[in-house]
């Protein structure tokens, strides 16, 4: 049976002490690199997930719909706020990042002048190739990576509780956790009282 003692002095002596630190805090490393990942990709898929099956809308404006159509139900359950109305506009538009294959060449040239004076040239040159999906044909499209969806650049509310101080808090304490804008970015107005 081998002995702890001469295990640990054989390991060692294979690896060296600085060695084994290295590839332990390098583990450690790569163990916290890839853990914000994770959370922020678990995050966006539960905002769109819950409610609606997570599906590609055809245009902005279905989305678009859908977003205030959630929003409206969900402020609709704050306590005095009533029935309420919502517009949501954005920065941008939905943004397809298509994948692509680059390739980078450098050269370098030195060259010697009559006067034994030398100059070293380096010269790069870079070339991006969009990456087109399998079994296409001549239709062929280019493969997306990911697809961003636009970032909410303002929100108006109007509620029939919308003057009460306490529901208008609540509403834009809601909004600004959903899409995290700043208060200035949420108008919350009162609106009628339904009969």
Known sequence: MIDKKDFRKKLAEGFGRNQILILLLAGILLLILTMPERKKEEGESRMLSSGEAEKEYETQGEYVEMLEARLEEILSQIDGAGEVSVMITFQSSAEKVVEKDSEKNSETVTE???QGGTRTTRNESRREEAVYSEGGGEGQEPYISKELSPKVEGVVVIAPGGDNA??????????QALFGIDTHKIRIVKGRREA
């Open 166 to 175: 306490v529901v208008a808090k609540n509403i834009t304490e809601s909004v």
């Open 112 to 114: 010697t002048d009559s």
